[in-house]
């Protein structure tokens, strides 16, 4: 079968490998869609990514085609979706609903174990996935639907832990409207009373956001903190949202973040953010609450499945053969794509 290997930094490589087989607990997949998502850039370009000749793809959906014997469930022919975090489904924080942060698959500084950044993806013909990894699609497409594992979940996720604040009244900023910001918008249009502000650098995903449900489009420009704070009375953000990371985002949230507000970091831009015991006017206001967010549950996952049933959230695809993986890469690091690409085997 083909897949596309990490062969070496920079490199990818569509390669001849055998059809995997399913080992005790184990399915194999027909991979059907493959998403391609910001952070393979970032693993494609690290000089010591640890894993060598990966197989690439953390959003995967494909179609059963071979069971374990030891496998009850899932079977033979079902759709599914593959989750972004395989947590151990024993530890603590897994038994608590944060099984992102397992402690048996993760560490306190290692993310938890994630199909292709660790065992091999779905930017293939197959993918062996342990069975209780996968959920039913149950009348999504296959095609589109890997998106969802991912540019669904983590913007969920990162959603969920602040959606006591995203009542009527509030205001949420969204910077980045590309692959998980335009489904985090339609996620806030979808299931919150907040009044979304997104932002971003590129003309077509700033053009493109009110489609997705934004109530305000705004360029991610030098005068995006002064708008910001325009628009909400000098006082701030209840809420934002970085999908990406970089040291101008990050102080764009800094900079318009309420008193007592959250910021959740979930692009891995490299940027650093701002904090200090003491406030001094340049750093946060009081009682801001800031994560940097990683993935999400399989709640998370529960909940993205049922809003794009409900057709209240839709991935915008770009589809590439799996052969012409590398102009798909080419793609997404040129800021050409709107939405997400998926590679289609
Ligand atoms: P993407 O390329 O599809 O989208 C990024 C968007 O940000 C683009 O629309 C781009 O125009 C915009 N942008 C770039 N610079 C900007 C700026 N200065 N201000 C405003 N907008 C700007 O990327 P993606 O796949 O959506 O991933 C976004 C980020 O999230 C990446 O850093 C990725 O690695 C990260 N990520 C994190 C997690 C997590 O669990 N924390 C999961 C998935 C992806
Ligand atoms: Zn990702």
Known sequence: MRAVKLSG??????????IPEP????????????????SDLHVLHMKDWPVRNMTMGHEGAGIIDAVAPDVSGPA?????????????????????????ACAVAGSRTAFPTTPGLGPNGAMADYQVVPARQTLPLQGLDPATAAPLGDAGVTPMHAINTVRDRLIAGATVVVIGVGGLGHLGVQILAATTGARIVALDTDPAKVAAAAGHGA?????????????????TDGYGADVVLDFVGVQPTIDLAAATVAPEGAVRLVGLGGGRFPMSAVGDGTVLPWGVNVQRSYGGTRTDL???????RGGRLRVDTVAYPLDEFQRAFDDLAAGRLSGRAVLIP
Not at 31 to 38: D, E, M
Not at 83 to 95: A, E, H, K, N
Not at 215 to 231: M, N, Q, V
């Open 302 to 308: 529960l909940q993205v499945l049922a809003l794009a």
């Open 215 to 231: 109530h305000l489009a705004l360029p991610s420009g030098a005068d995006a903190a002064a708008r910001i704070l325009a628009e």
């Open 76 to 100: 033979v022919g079902d759709p599914v979706i593959v989750d972004l975090i395989w947590s151990c489904g024993q530890c603590r924080p897994y038994v608590e609903g944060r099984g992102n």
């Open 23 to 38: 080992g005790p607990g184990q399915v194999r997949i027909k991979v059907t869609s493959a998403g391609l998502c910001q």
């Open 9 to 18: 930094p920079g490199t990818l490589t569509l390669e001849d490998v055998p």
